[in-house]
């Protein structure tokens, strides 16, 4: 390796993609045949840079079109997970000891390699889990961000100094690696979160057992593949595919010193408490960077932007289905404005076009077989709690996709299980304020506290929003999705996570332990400084 990031750029966001260029819609329709050429491959599972297999396997598919096959995977069982435990062990001893400006190094390699492949990265995306080509290009550029923003700040934290030099002493503050630890993304940013806490994991001088979604593994396993070709030492990152059992094997396991989760409430709260069950043989506390689901609100005060408004509620509410943790599934409005914002909010829904994310529609299906019941059993409650403005039916295609209409039902109640419940798909719930502190009343009335939004024109407001507002993403005349790495650092209060702010200043010490070191001056002749 031949670390060269004393010249690092300072960071900048990756640019988004332009698809009504010709060019770029040549490319990605390109880069889709090429995915669609190798459909159907099987992967293995990667322990110490080899490949393994069991003698089960599991299917990803499209869920647009769930015949289609888009990677035959190797399910891993304890068996695995502890092998792979093993072996990120081993490979600790020496990765530890790599210097921190190899470690970047190895991150700006696989960053230009993503670089390079963004189109083909966007249209395996669009094929595993039905990112029409904006929410995929999004995301690819979301990867990039996260691992050249990690490897900037793995620089900044090594060279981090002690507030004070006490007099007499020479004082250091190093921040080193905690160990093995075991991460957890969720299927539906299975690039750029599944990707970004493996990237903070490894600069910062760890080694990981990466466990992706099942809905999402042949992303994980090229992202993986990709690492290897930039110049990944074996048993640093260890691939184990899987759900549930091999998860819970992992977070178990008495040589995980931490676990990188970002998922649903309900398994979040599962591993906090198995994490915190001290096992035989473990001799240090684990520690858990938990994300978790959101109940988000828009608040649209009568003195906001409408037409802004509209946008931003129905963007942040079927912007990919709703299968965004940060997606907007209540809207609070203002009573004089509630019976306006209802009708425009129905026109503007009703013009999203549905289709296959590979044709570029705006929405698409969602993930499963699973989540369509889910939200079509929400669907069923809306219509006792609610009622229903638009939507509110599961679409039928002869592919058999998992698509559902975009839905929304008004005269919801502050307290009813559609405002309150994740329902994590194209579902709405729209809730009459009668003024702006009963707003921000119900704003923080779930046990959630993820992101949140308000549209008004009244700074008086929007100053009380910033300290009143409990969320930890707050936007202010703008939708309440899509936060950029660095701008928007991100993660929830309350049930919607331990706030870990990935793509923020703090986020690499939660990979890392503080060490503190005091040396009496002149004690030793050789000293710099003395
Ligand atoms: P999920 O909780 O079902 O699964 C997440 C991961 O945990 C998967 O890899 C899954 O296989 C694994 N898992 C499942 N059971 C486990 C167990 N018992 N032990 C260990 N691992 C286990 O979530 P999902 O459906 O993949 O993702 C959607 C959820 O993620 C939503 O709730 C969404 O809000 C949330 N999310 C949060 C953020 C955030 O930053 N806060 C970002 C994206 C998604």
Redesign the pocket.
């Known amino acids: 390796m031949s670390p060269n990031t004393t010249n690092l750029s300072p960071f900048r966001n990756e640019p988004f993609t332009d698809f009504s260029s010709p060019e770029n819609k040549r490319a990605m329709h390109e880069a889709l045949e090429r995915a669609r050429a190798e459909l159907g491959q099987t992967y293995d599972l990667i322990i110490s840079g080899s490949a393994v297999r069991t003698s089960t396997t599991f299917h990803s598919v499209n869920p647009a079109n769930p015949s289609e096959v888009i990677g035959i995977h190797y399910a891993a069982d304890a068996e695995q997970a502890n092998e792979a435990v093993d072996a990120a062990q081993r490979a600790f001893s020496l990765w530890k000891k790599v210097s921190v400006a190899e470690r970047v190094a190895l991150l700006v390699r696989a960053a230009n390699l993503i670089r390079q492949r963004h189109f083909d990265f966007c249209a395996w995306l669009t094929l595993e889990v039905g990112k029409n080509w904006a929410e995929a290009d999004a995301d690819v550029g979301e990867t990039i961000d996260f691992i050249e923003f990690y490897a900037r700040e793995a620089l900044r934290l090594d060279a981090a100094t002690t507030p004070i030099q006490y007099p007499g002493e020479r004082n250091l503050l190093r921040y080193v690696p905690l160990g093995v630890g075991t991460v957890?993304?969720?299927?539906?940013?299975p690039l750029a979160?599944m990707a970004g806490m493996t990237a903070a994991s490894i600069v910062s001088g760890n080694t990981v057992v990466l466990?992706?979604?099942?809905?999402a593994p042949t992303i994980a396993a090229r992202f993986l593949a990709l690492m290897e070709e930039a110049g990944l030492p074996d048993g640093v990152v260890n691939l184990v595919q899987?759900?549930?059992?091999?998860?819970?094997a992992?977070?178990e396991h008495p040589q995980i010193r931490f676990i990188a989760?970002?998922?649903?409430?309900?398994?979040?709260l599962?591993?906090h408490e198995?994490a915190a069950r001290t096992q035989p043989g473990q001799h240090f506390l684990k520690r858990t960077i938990l994300?978790?689901?959101?109940k988000d609100t828009i608040i649209v005060d009568a003195d906001g932007d409408l037409d802004a408004a509209v946008d931003g509620v129905t963007a942040s509410a079927f912007g990919f289905n709703g299968?965004?943790?940060?997606?907007c599934s209540r809207v609070i409005v203002e009573s004089s404005i509630y019976d306006t914002f209802c009708d425009r909010l129905k026109e503007r829904v009703e013009k999203l076009t549905i289709g296959t994310p590979a044709d570029n529609f705006q929405t698409g299906p969602v993930?499963n077989e699973v989540?369509r019941k889910r939200v079509l059993d929400y669907i069923a409650i809306g219509k006792s709690e609610g009622k229903l403005l638009t939507g509110g039916s599961a679409i039928e295609t002869a592919a058999g996709g998992y698509y559902i209409a975009p839905t929304v039902f008004i005269d919801v109640s502050p307290t009813a299980r559609l405002a309150q419940e994740?329902v994590?798909g194209p579902v709405l719930a729209v809730i009459r304020s009668e003024n702006f502190d009963d707003a921000l009343a119900i704003a923080n009335n779930t046990e959630y506290g993820?992101t949140g939004a308000l549209y008004s024109g009244s700074r008086e407001k929007l100053d009380r929003a910033r300290d009143e507002f409990h969320v930890g993403n707050l936007y202010f005349n703008r939708k309440c999705t899509g936060a950029m790495v660095g701008a928007h650092p991100?993660?929830?209060f309350n049930m919607?996570?331990t706030d870990s702010k990935?793509g923020g200043p703090e986020y690499l010490t939660l990979f890392t332990q503080a060490k503190s070191i005091a040396e009496k001056r002149g004690s030793v002749s050789d000293v710099s400084g003395d």
């Open positions: 957890i993304p969720p299927w539906n940013f979160i466990k992706p979604s099942p809905d899987g759900g549930p059992e091999v998860g819970r992992l977070v989760f970002t998922g649903s409430k309900k398994v979040g599962e591993i198995r994300e978790l689901g959101g299968q965004k943790c940060s997606a993930i989540a994740e994590f993820l991100f993660g929830g919607s996570g990935a």
